[in-house]
């Protein structure tokens, strides 16, 4: 394999590609053996990942530039083309359910890629591949407003993420003004993103009720693979963080203004965990990098393989530039059997929050593509994906030193903290997108009340320090996923809980690394719950589990809490 930069990226003939895929559906239903028939599958998985690869490549390099005309037309080309596929893909599924050698396609491949065909099947229809080509349209329309926006700010464009750097500094003042500047750049835009939500929202209903759906939400279960537990036991779990989550994070809140020596902690001041300030990597993007590979070598044989995997290719963006894409991600390349980490580093923590939490990511993907025959079983759920993630992140603590010097022991702390406190706003989007989609016919006023009552029911503690726009509700619109991925958010409080589990298992002494390396290689060849199982790692849904959660973080915390 070539670095990710000079990788060839060629357009795919789909039409081409449509008439190889029926010459191979052909082939598997004469098939004569089981070997035959698993032949010509196994030539169609490959078809499709050829696709995927250069989808991925194409992506990938259009997020790094989001005003590069050439992969910006490659991306419109995959927006209006890919959905089309939808039928062509729904006649092999068919075939593959109804094969005669199913069992031993079962026995290699696992039942769980059955199931998710079967329920697939009824997603499969050619009245949503207009609809869907038009949803693809509006969320890159999305990305484009938000990568877009930047501010001038203390002799620097900022751009949202550059504006959050700032609301970290010991100086209240600059916080502040980082704040008014971050939250007046989202108003600017607000009446865009409120007409592209709505449009998202009503193309959404009528995709489920084309489907044959009562609602958004019946679908987006089912097609987000959630099979094992539903809206109801969602929000069960809601209640729980609310019960036993959310009054230890408001105690922890407290205890920060306190810290800090405010009277009232805004918004503006959650980030600062300490007075002087918190602590800040040591080194420029390519020395964080090499930093992660040693310690990539020191924590497993397997992870220092990895990341010189990573490393040799090129597989990474971590400098945040104009016109970037907001976040960070990590994406795969099945033809190469290669991940891709994509983040924006700004110079505080967060960069080893991400550096971490994407390896995880990608280091699963690595791992499991070398185990696994087809691309479809390397990833789960996002439930399950998570805390591959996640997980990362608490077993990078003993690396520390090298990335913040003395200042590690504070890291660790706000770390753990964060990771908790964030649990509240997690649950806090998912009600959101669950009031929202109950009642379709909502507006933008409704979506602020929405948010609102529901940030006050499970984040008392949320100020904006009077800011008209965001006391009023406004907050909402800078979570990204509520545009581009709905209702994938409760997936990180989901496998937060799971990733505490691993930790604890390896503060007791445990085989914390085994459960994680297996959890990895299952990829997502079982369903939630029997991945879970398998792993060792307890159903985060029960409320016991929860309460569980929180008693261990709050022992712990006094544990990392600095001393002096």
Same mark, same amino acid.
């Given at each position: 394999m070539e670095k990710f930069k000079d990788l060839e990226y060629k357009r795919p003939d789909l039409n081409a590609l449509k008439k190889d895929v029926a010459a191979m559906l052909r082939q598997f239903k004469k098939a004569q053996t089981f070997e035959e028939a698993d032949e010509a599958f196994l030539k169609m998985q490959r078809v499709m990942e050829a696709v995927s690869t250069q989808y991925t490549i194409a992506y990938v390099r259009n997020t790094m530039n989001m005003k590069d005309e050439f992969y910006d037309a490659e991306i419109q080309f995959f927006n209006k083309e890919m959905p089309k596929l939808m039928m062509p893909m729904k006649k092999v599924n068919k075939a593959v359910l109804a094969s005669r050698f199913r069992p031993q396609m079962e026995e290699k491949y696992g039942s769980h890629m059955f199931k998710e065909s079967e329920i697939q099947q009824q997603f499969m229809k050619a009245s949503v591949i207009l609809p869907s080509i038009k949803e693809n349209q509006l969320t890159t329309e999305y990305s484009k407003t938000a990568a877009s926006c930047s501010v001038e700010f203390m002799g620097e464009t900022c751009n949202f993420y550059g504006l959050l750097k700032h609301m970290q500094v010991p100086d209240r003042a600059e916080r502040k003004a980082a704040f008014d500047a971050w939250a007046d750049l989202y108003e600017s835009v607000s009446g865009k993103l409120d007409a592209q939500y709505g449009q998202l929202v009503k193309l959404r209903c009528s995709i489920a009720k084309k489907l044959g759906f009562n609602s958004f939400i019946d679908y987006v279960y089912l097609a987000r693979g959630r099979y094992d537990y539903d809206a109801a036991k969602a929000a069960e779990f809601r209640e729980a963080v609310r019960q036993y989550i959310t009054p230890l994070c408001d105690r922890m809140y407290r205890e920060q203004a306190e810290r800090i020596g405010v009277d009232k902690l805004q918004w503006y001041d959650e980030d600062l965990i300490f007075p002087d300030g918190n602590a800040e990597p040591i080194g420029t993007p390519e020395e964080l990098t090499e930093k992660a590979r040693q310690m990539y070598h020191e924590m497993s044989p397997e992870t220092g393989e990895f990341f010189d995997f990573m490393t040799e290719h090129e597989l990474f963006d971590f400098v945040t530039r104009e016109n970037k894409h907001l976040g960070g991600y990590c994406t795969f390349m099945p033809d190469y059997k290669a991940p891709f980490i994509f983040s924006n580093f700004n110079g505080t923590s967060a960069d080893i929050d991400v550096l971490t939490h994407e390896a995880g990511h990608a280091f699963q993907a690595y791992y499991a593509s070398r185990r696994l025959p087809i691309q479809s079983l390397t990833g789960s759920t996002s439930e399950i994906n998570e805390i591959h993630s996640m997980t990362m992140e608490f077993f990078a603590y003993p690396y520390m030193e090298r990335f913040f010097g003395d200042k590690s022991d504070r890291y660790r702390y706000a770390h753990f903290i964060d990771a908790f406190r964030d649990i509240p706003y997690l649950v806090c989007v998912d009600e959101f997108q669950h009031r929202v989609f109950e009642d379709p016919a909502s507006g933008p006023a409704d979506w602020r009340r929405f948010w609102k009552e529901t940030e006050q029911k499970y984040m008392p503690w949320r100020s904006y320090d009077g800011n008209e726009f965001l006391e009023g509700g406004g907050f909402w619109m800078q979570k990204q996923h509520i545009f581009l991925y709905p209702f994938y958010y409760?997936?990180?409080?989901?496998?937060?809980?799971?990733?505490?589990?691993? #930790?604890?298992?390896?503060?007791?002494?445990?085989?914390?690394?085994?459960? #994680?390396?297996?959890?990895?290689?299952?990829?997502?060849?079982?369903? #939630?719950?029997?991945?879970?199982?398998?792993?060792?790692?307890?159903?985060?849904?029960?409320?016991?589990?929860?309460?569980?959660?929180?008693?261990?973080?709050?022992?712990?915390?006094?544990?990392?809490?600095?001393?002096?």
């Open positions: 409760i997936d990180y409080a989901l496998a937060g809980l799971g990733a505490f589990s691993l #930790y604890r298992k390896q503060l007791a002494g445990e085989d914390a690394w085994g459960s #994680y390396i297996k959890l990895c290689g299952l990829g997502g060849k079982y369903g #939630y719950f029997e991945t879970l199982e398998k792993a060792g790692i307890p159903v985060p849904l029960d409320p016991e589990t929860v309460k569980q959660t929180a008693e261990f973080v709050e022992k712990q915390a006094e544990i990392l809490k600095p001393k002096g």
